[in-house]
């Protein structure tokens, strides 16, 4: 386990808000790996991009962070702002879901590029130049030369997420993390860059953690997958294993819900009412309990530890589903 | 009321100058250019296509807001394009829309009660007491319960919530058709299950029909009988749900199909290397003869300098093109039978 090359063990975060404490995420614990790609998926507030941001130094002052988070043997929390800064972007990197919002819309595109690469890199202006063509290239920005001293507003959405990924890749960073960073394209730009971002991964033997909300976004283009619900991890297995073998029923209410292409139209979606729990007032035991079609007195009283129940599978529920079972 | 179609659109163009510095002419965005389509009483018609492909100038033009540069829309056998002030307001009343930020179209300082009401008031039906026991009904409707509900402002609802108050408005005048722009797109997995299935409760109990447009494919199938798809202004194929699925005749259709990741890992990703490349091209110049010709893998010269008329392959299955897709092209054909259950077995 030591050998990963992000460690993420019990991490906490609470937000400090008028003298309350609301609590995001309660002791969430994952591994990434080089070239491999982790999904983590859950509806709104569930905590994922917390999480990530957590592990990134990017929350608000008012966030307490506890746990670890060790990147490559460097224990990333309770850096200090400088020490971070030596590690964002050069060793992870992180492609948020608004590209419009990103980008300084009164820059040429060229320059924030090569900002990024000269505030790690000790390149003079003509050579970052140099290497921002060269990464807009990469990730197929056509005739980058000409490009170069455009301004966001001249490119589409999808151009302008390929130029947060150059930007994200500009110091081949060892571990990159899209937070829903194609939910905002169209279906055919949502493929086209995530066909993108596999390739760089494999060619530059990155870890990719990919947050998102779309279950069939995770089991395309993932290896593993880890699923949050209240801030908290409720099933984690290999990708394949778990679309499979789903055992938490509140993964098996996620994945009903889809809309299929493979339904006929006007079938009626298997639905579970209710709304996620505030994290700040999460009922004793499971907390999906009062959603859980499956819920007896015990899930109300106990909350079920997330154990590795079978090889590579574990899961977080007293009355798991069985293989094709109905919930 | 009558035999014929609900909503018969006829040629609709919509355009929209740009100007560039100083004010001069820079050029005409083509939005829509010349749909036509039937939308039959109790039929859900959804619109699929990506963002800039007109779908939402479409329906917009539908309800003149603003009118069609050219085309008539024939609501219950009157033309809206011919309407002017209040007998275009009367003929609007049973054509409502829903849109797709919940929280950009409701007043954030109104209560749920007032916003429900106001469409009540504008068109004046009936006294106070009538309108809030109406008021009350359609959130019992929508599913919410007006006792704990009718008294919170916007920001006290989640998303979910929001979208219904916006449907207890739409449902409130009784209309005979709802214009879905993205209505559930912004919308969690769950929640966005939940309000579909309303929208499905509500078409059966209500008798209602439906335009739903959507970028998503499989969800406008969901609640669809007929889909059409368009791209860059103009429709490219129009069917039946289900046949558009497992034979798709236009090659756009087929590019969307294979776009969208499937939550079956076993289906793999291989069918989204073969989607298409590039981007949709400016709908200022938009190409000449097919508009789908500079990404569409299956182009001829002919295509470049005739443009493909919309004709009738199969029944009710219409495609604009002059070379379509062979029966069965579906990326997932085999899947189309089978029951939605997963594999049994790890």
Not at chain 1, 234 to 258: C, G
Not at chain 1, 275 to 288: E, I, K, Q, S, V
Not at chain 1, 291 to 319: I, K, M, N, V, Y
Request: hydrophobic share 40%; proline share 9%; aromatic share 4%.
């Amino acid at each position: 386990m030591s050998t990963s090359l992000l460690d993420v063990r019990d991490l906490a975060v609470r937000f400090r808000q008028a003298g309350r404490d609301v609590p995001a995420v309660n002791g969430v614990s994952f591994t990434a790996e080089p070239g491999r790609t982790l999904a983590i998926v859950g509806e709104s507030g569930s905590g994922k991009t917390v999480s990530c941001r957590a592990v990134m130094g990017l929350l608000p002052p008012s966030a307490v962070v506890t746990g670890s988070a060790r990147f490559a043997g460097t224990e990333l929390l309770g850096l200090s702002e400088n020490d971070l800064r030596r590690h964002r972007g050069a060793d992870l990197a992180m492609v948020f879901q608004d590209p419009a919002r990103s980008l300084n819309p009164t820059m040429r595109v060229g320059t924030q590029v090569s900002e990024a690469i000269r505030s790690h890199l000790p390149l003079d202006r003509s050579a970052a130049r140099e290497r921002a063509i060269e990464l807009m290239a990469m990730v197929r920005i056509p005739l980058p030369r000409r490009r170069y001293a455009d301004y966001p507003h001249q490119f589409s959405g999808g151009m302008r997420q390929r130029l947060m990924i150059a930007i994200a890749l500009a110091c081949h960073p060892k571990l990159l993390i899209a937070d829903e960073a194609t939910t905002s394209l169209d279906v055919t730009t949502q493929a086209q860059i995530m066909d993108l971002l596999l390739d760089l991964q494999a060619q530059l033997g990155m870890a990719l953690i990919l947050i998102s909300h779309d279950l069939g976004l995770a089991a395309s283009y993932t290896d593993d997958v880890i699923v949050m619900y209240a801030g908290g991890i409720v099933e984690q297995a290999a990708t394949r294993r778990l679309f499979s073998a789903v055992r938490m029923p509140y993964t098996k209410a996620l994945l009903d819900a889809v809309p299929r292409l493979e339904r006929p139209p006007h079938s009626p979606l298997p639905v579970i009412g209710g709304r996620p729990p505030d994290t700040g007032a999460l009922p004793p035991g499971c907390p999906f309990a009062p959603r859980c079609p499956s819920a007896a007195d015990r899930c109300r009283q106990q909350a079920p530890p997330l154990l590795e129940h079978e090889p590579g599978h574990r899961w977080a529920c007293w009355f798991p589903c069985e293989n094709g079972d109905p919930g | 009321m009558n035999a014929g179609p609900l909503l018969e659109a006829r040629g609709i163009v919509q355009e929209f100058v740009v100007r560039d510095y100083g004010g001069v002419k820079g050029g005409v965005v083509h939005a829509v250019s010349g749909v036509s389509f039937d939308l039959w009483p109790g039929e859900t018609l959804g619109i699929v296509g990506e963002t800039g492909s007109g779908k939402s100038t479409l329906a917009r033009s539908l309800l003149q807001a603003p009118r069609p540069k050219s085309g008539s829309v024939i609501f219950q056998g009157t033309d809206l394009v011919t309407l002017r002030g209040r007998r275009l307001l009367d003929a609007r009343r049973h054509l409502q829309m829903v849109f797709q930020d919940p929280f950009g179209s409701l007043d954030p300082t109104w209560r749920v009660v007032d916003l429900v009401e106001e469409p009540l008031i504008a068109y004046r039906i009936g006294d106070r007491p009538a309108r809030r026991r109406r008021v009350s009904e359609v959130l019992e409707l929508v599913g919410l319960d007006p006792a704990a509900y009718a008294r919170r402002r916007p920001r006290e609802l989640s998303g979910g919530q929001c979208q219904r108050v916006a449907i207890a408005r739409a449902v409130a005048l009784s209309p005979a058709l709802i214009v879905c722009d993205e209505a559930v797109s912004s919308l969690d997995v769950l929640i966005q299950a939940q309000v579909l299935n309303l929208f499905e409760q509500l078409r059966g109990e209500l008798g209602l029909s439906y335009l739903f447009i959507a970028h998503d494919l499989a969800l406008v199938k969901q609640v669809s009988d007929r889909v059409a798809v368009m791209y860059l202004g103009k429709l490219c194929e129009v069917g039946p749900a289900e046949s558009l699925y497992t034979d798709p005749l236009h090659p756009y259709t087929l590019a969307l199909l294979e776009s969208i990741p499937s939550p079956d890992p076993a289906a793999g990703r291989s069918s989204a290397h073969t989607a298409i490349h590039g981007e949709p091209p400016s709908p200022v110049h938009p190409p000449s003869g097919c508009r789908f010709r500079t990404r569409c893998p299956r182009a001829q010269e002919r295509c470049a300098l005739e443009e493909p008329q919309m004709r009738t392959l199969a029944e009710g299955h219409s495609v604009a093109c002059h070379y379509p897709l062979p029966a069965g092209a579906s990326p997932r054909p085999a899947a189309s039978a089978a029951v939605p259950q997963r594999q049994p077995g790890a």
